[in-house]
């Protein structure tokens, strides 16, 4: 059966010469697999020069439920990314954001709404050119509210460890090591303030950059089974 929807590019894998295997994260069925055909000339229906990462598209599909791999009928883009491909940060933002979100969006209920959120984050790098360094900052600590793992970020002067298991800040420094020490936690309940209209206001250095992104990262890992390291996470580490 065909349908119509949305889909947000992920990534892509080689699967034979002639076809290669696009994952997208779709408003209407989640993560997705579609079979790509591999371009062979200008006449080919579905081009591959689409499937950018994070790229936005209008899709026709044909979705079996039973079916580990959905076939694409047609594609268009919603709109270009011109910085996306040409501005090298929005381009290591856009491969470390794609691939962090391609383990983290395995499963999601509510897909419309963070299919929604992660549309407008989307639209938001492509037309920002303030406070880029801090995006992926605000894009993570927004996403938990969509996946149901957003912190209690209430916090007083009497608790003063942020419990990374619970997400929460407690009293006592916690039994287990999956915590943050008091200086950590004090600036973790500022920077919970982040979203895209503030984050250029946020000055931040690149050690304390790289500080925040493992602790997000482990946050993430204990709350998303199976969250492997990320390959472009090193690329990200030199944004200034």
Known sequence: MLFKTEGIV?????YSDTYSIAHL?????GRVSYLLPISRGKKTKIRNSLFFPLSVLYLEVEHMPLRDVQRLKEVERQFPLYGLCTNMTKVSLAFFISEFLSFILRESDNNELTFDYLKNSI???EAT?????NFHLALMMGLTRFLGIYPNTEFTGNYSFF???HGEFVVNEPM?????DRKESHYLRDLYRINYS???LFKLSRNNRNEIVDQLLDYYR?????FPPLKSLEVLRELG
Do not use: V
Request: net charge negative.
């Open 222 to 226: 204990l709350h998303i089974y199976n």
């Open 10 to 14: 992920l990534g892509a894998t080689s």
């Open 163 to 165: 419990d990374l298991q």
């Open 198 to 200: 503030n984050m250029h």
């Open 123 to 125: 639209e938001t790098l």
């Open 25 to 29: 994260f779709t408003r209407d069925f």
């Open 129 to 133: 050119e303030k406070g880029l360094a």
């Open 176 to 180: 287990h090591s999956y915590y943050l």
